[in-house]
């Protein structure tokens, strides 16, 4: 499975800002998809994750009613709407893939920057 990412950008407080992400290859094999993130000087974090099953959605609690997931499993496409962005927000953000329990296909990552 192949994931590119895309939509990141530098942007003010406040504002919003959608990334989008498309699998390709072996997409019938993916369970779910998400969102992960990382900081300069910090670790990979969780941001949210969509399931194929009912589409049931998680969110970390730092981004809960601000940020939102959405997938199309027939497109194989993930896109994470990002309103209300704080300073915060600024990481490299990750789109994944699992085939399973555990998240194994891994985006290139897209810079989101947000300048007080």
């Known amino acids: 499975v192949q994931l590119q990412a895309s939509g990141g950008g530098l942007v003010q407080a406040g504002d919003s800002l959608r990334l989008s992400c498309a699998a390709s290859?072996?997409?019938?094999?993916?369970?779910?998809m998400g969102w992960f993130r990382q900081a300069p000087g910090k670790e990979r974090e969780f941001v949210a994750s969509?399931?194929?099953?009912?589409?049931?959605?998680n969110y970390a609690d730092s981004v809960k009613g601000r940020f939102t997931i959405s997938g199309d499993n027939a497109k194989n496409t993930v896109s994470l709407q990002m309103n209300s962005l704080k300073p915060e927000d600024t990481a490299v953000y990750y789109c994944?893939?699992?085939?399973?329990?555990?998240?194994?296909?891994w985006g290139q990552g897209t810079l989101v920057t947000v300048s007080s």
């Open positions: 994944t893939a699992r085939t399973g329990t555990i998240y194994n296909y």
């Open positions: 290859g072996r997409t019938f094999s993916t369970y779910g």
């Open positions: 969509i399931s194929w099953s009912g589409g049931t959605t």
